[in-house]
């Protein structure tokens, strides 16, 4: 995590580091769905890129909450020796810098998924690279993407399980990651879910970043917009709890961390309690506040059980403390 007052740090270290970009073959997130036909490839050409055995994709179930299974997409024989049960949706939990997965935002994930559901839930573990220096892993969102959608086409043609019922989550720069992982899979993943994706060295311009065409639909949680994270809508069905700008209600002096993993809050409290934040559709909060007081307006939860069909831009306020939700009167 990074506190808002490193944002600019941030910035200034990418500028002395310097910025490489690497040349894919990615059709910017701008463009109509349907252009994503031709997917890039990773193609490692210095010793500083991530590569596929950074990378740990840990499989955890209810029969083994805590204890899970690895597997590399590079490596040979079936992933998981083929025991992994398709049969189950999988969660696909993306963690960004400075993450592994026994930190907040995966653990808090892993744990309301595992306590409320029996699912596949699968740790996407690139923690030998991500405790470096911020500009370092943004570098690495494509390659991660590339390595992560490489997997998942694996596991696809080992057990052809249903795409519809992949959901990935990413918190950060690991949101980011999610959308380039849905550019790169051979099929459309069925849903992704952004909380709070990383603004520092982030543009709308950028073409590996979350989108629209990323998955079947995103939705995406903004908590601490105009500072550590994006405040532009960047999927299908945006939210935006308390304005989605710090300081989020309970988060005290250090408004940018705090804020920046409400998010993650949120979504978890979400899969415990499916009608906990009741958001109501606008343009802007003004809009928020008239259709609420007048009891109109399209509605839909935050979090896990949003419906899919739900477009625009989502508004609501939330609680100072656990539980956040408010439900109907969000």
Sequence with gaps: MIEVAGVCGVAFIAGICGWRRKQYFLTRCREPADGYLERYRLESSSEYDLKEKDVIFRLYTKDNPD?????????????????????KPIKMIIHGWNGNPDSYFTKTIRTAYLSAHDYNVIIVDWSTESHVMYNKDRRFVKELGA????????????????????????????????????????????RITGLDPAKPMF????????????????DVIHTCGKGLGMYEALGH????????????????ISAGKRS????????????MNPNAFIAIKGNRWNDYKRRRSSGTGETTPMGENVSHSARGKFWLRTGKSPPYGLGLDS
């Design 67 to 87: 204890d899970p299974i690895g597997a590399r997409s590079s490596e040979p024989g079936k992933l998981y020796d083929g025991q992994i049960d398709v049969s």
């Design 147 to 190: 390595i992560a959608a490489h997997f998942i086409d694996r596991l696809l043609e080992e057990t052809g399980f249903d795409m519809s019922q992949l959901h990935i989550i990413g918190h950060s720069l690991g949101a980011h990651v999610c959308g380039v992982v849905g550019l790169n899979t051979k099929r459309r993943v069925g």
């Design 203 to 218: 543009s709308v311009d950028d073409d590996d970043r979350l989108c629209p065409a990323s998955a079947s639909f995103v």
């Design 237 to 252: 069905a945006d939210f935006y709890p308390n304005q989605g700008t710090p300081r989020q209600p309970g988060c005290g």
């Design 260 to 271: 920046h993993e409400r998010a993650v809050d949120y979504f978890a409290e979400s899969i």
